[in-house]
């Protein structure tokens, strides 16, 4: 990818100028792009272009016709998948091959997802009809119809840049809705692309807007804070979450919010080691640990737990070919947490430190894969996220224990469990505070179920008809009869 010159998209055109903001190169640390910052006058705009689309009666548009748009954009992904794959590469500095096999089919999916549940179906996802019981005022039919929302805000972070945005812009479009996009300033490439194809699909102008720039005190709070906004849908950090909310306070927005994780992996003495040990380096390792559903907490029944612990660190330290952190920032945040976790008394089984790979990569962001044992549960590095490649291990003696230990954060994501005993598999799974427990698997997703957070990850759910909730209103009619 040459140097990238980046746009907003706003009422149906591609708007540059202003002040501009550097996109840096996480592998190299080298300046490869800029993005311009919007100002609260051009977020304004957007937010009046999506009410615009909607007044031309984008929202009202037929189920099908909405359907077949997003079709479209599945399609015009597809046809760009190779320069997808590039700018994400580019963005982030995961390995192509992680964007080319997740990031961007899984964008694609998105889109189908969606286009797939408003076609051939719409009776599920719109209506309901009970003819009978009035509350003795005589019989009544009382159907509910689904409108859409208004002008949505749509708010994601840089670990997953074009998955996470249109996981949100596909329902909230596939609603009625129109959209304003805001991706994360430290990886907007692909929402620009993203915009380009929305653009060639041919969606009224203003019912897809992007806007660029950072979150405090510019585009973010621009945004969330507007008045003609009428839902946020925001994934980041639990305390950007709680910095939006009460933003949107004052407007009483109603806001769906996917968060931060201290996500645990539990280890029973009975489950297949090869499986828990590879799928532990997955979920602990995958995109250098920046993915919100990685395992950072891995509890291991005692009898396997030497044994474990010694696998997973030959594994991590052996691991070659893995992308750095996002930003300079986020490497000096990760690398504080393995200081802090010495200090706190950890024993470092694996990684800890910078590697040096001598060549350009010298000046970027990597960090060690990291594996680490003998904290308590009051460790700070047990307690807070990190969001870098790096896990804490400790033993357990008992099923209630592992599920009181899996419990014991502020956090409630995901989980993970290795077990092959079924029925401690339907025991646990339930009793874990988690919005999502995988049994002897890690981020195996299907698009229709239900994917959020409980505690301090998240409020409300999203995927499939969750989504479609979210983004719509229900409104219910009732006739005498
Ligand atoms: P972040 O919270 O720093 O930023 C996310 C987005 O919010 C960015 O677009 C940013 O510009 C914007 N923002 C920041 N402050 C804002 C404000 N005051 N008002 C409005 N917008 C604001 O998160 P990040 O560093 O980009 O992403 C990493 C975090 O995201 C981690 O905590 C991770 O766990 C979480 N995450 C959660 C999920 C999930 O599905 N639960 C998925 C991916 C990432």
Redesign the pocket.
């Known amino acids: 990818m040459g140097h990238r010159v980046l746009a907003h998209y706003v009422a149906g055109e591609f708007r540059s100028g202003g002040a501009a903001f550097p996109l840096v190169d996480p592998v190299t640390g080298k300046v490869a792009g800029e993005a311009p910052e919007a100002t609260r006058e051009l977020v304004d705009e957007a937010v009046r272009a999506g009410r615009a689309a909607l007044d031309a009666g984008w929202g009202a548009a037929p189920a099908e016709e909405r359907a077949a748009a997003l079709r479209r954009i599945a399609d015009g992904i597809e046809a760009r998948s190779e320069e997808f794959t590039a700018a994400e590469a580019a963005d982030t500095g995961k390995p192509r091959e992680l964007a080319a096999t997740v990031d961007v089919p899984r964008a694609i999916g998105n889109f189908r997802a969606y286009a797939d549940l408003l076609y051939g179906r719409p009776e599920r996802a719109y209506t309901t009809s009970v003819p009978g019981w009035s509350g003795g005022t005589g019989q009544a039919l009382n159907y509910t119809v689904r409108r859409p929302l208004g002008v949505v805000a749509v708010?994601?972070?840089?670990?997953?840049p074009l998955l996470?945005l249109t996981w949100k812009v596909a329902p909230a479009l596939a609603a009625g809705n129109a959209v304003v996009a805001?991706?994360?300033?430290?990886a907007p490439t692909t929402a620009t692309l993203l915009a380009e194809v929305v653009d060639a699909a041919g969606l009224p102008a203003g019912a897809f807007n992007l806007v660029h720039g950072?979150?405090?005190g510019a585009a973010?709070?621009f945004?969330?804070g507007h008045p003609g906004v009428d839902a946020i849908a925001?994934?980041?950090?639990?305390a950007?979450g709680a910095?939006?909310m009460r933003?949107a306070a004052d407007h009483v927005t109603p806001v769906s919010f996917?968060?931060?994780?201290k996500n645990p992996a539990l280890v029973f003495a009975d489950a297949d080691l090869d499986a828990a040990v590879e799928g532990t380096v997955r979920s602990s390792f995958t995109h250098s640990g920046q993915?919100?559903l990685c395992t950072e907490r891995v509890y291991v029944e005692r009898p396997v737990f030497a044994e474990f612990a010694e696998r997973l660190a030959g594994r991590a330290a052996a691991l070659a070919g893995y992308g750095p952190m996002i930003s300079a920032a986020h490497r000096d945040k990760v690398l504080s947490y393995y200081r802090l976790a010495v200090e706190e008394g950890a024993t470092v089984l694996a990684g800890g430190g910078v590697p040096a790979f001598g060549d350009a990569r010298d000046g970027g962001f990597h960090v060690e894969p990291t594996v680490l044992t003998g904290l308590p549960g009051t460790a700070r590095a047990v307690r807070e996220?990190v969001?870098g490649p790096v896990c804490h291990l400790a033993p357990f003696d008992a099923e209630d224990e592992a599920v009181r230990l899996a419990n014991d954060s502020p956090y409630g994501?995901a989980a993970t469990v290795w077990t092959r005993d079924l029925s401690r598999a339907h025991r646990v799974a339930p009793r874990i505070e988690a919005g999502i427990v995988w049994v002897n698997c890690w981020n195996l997703r299907d698009l229709r179920t239900p994917f959020g957070?409980v505690k301090a990850?998240?409020i409300g759910r999203e995927g499939g008809e969750y989504s479609l909730d979210f983004f719509s209103e229900p409104v219910n009619v009732c006739i005498q009869i």
């Open positions: 708010i994601s972070p840089w670990n997953l996470l805001k991706p994360s300033e430290e950072h979150g405090p973010g709070e945004l969330t925001f994934t980041g950090e639990s950007t910095a939006i933003n996917e968060l931060g994780g993915i919100c996220e969001f994501l957070g990850s998240g």
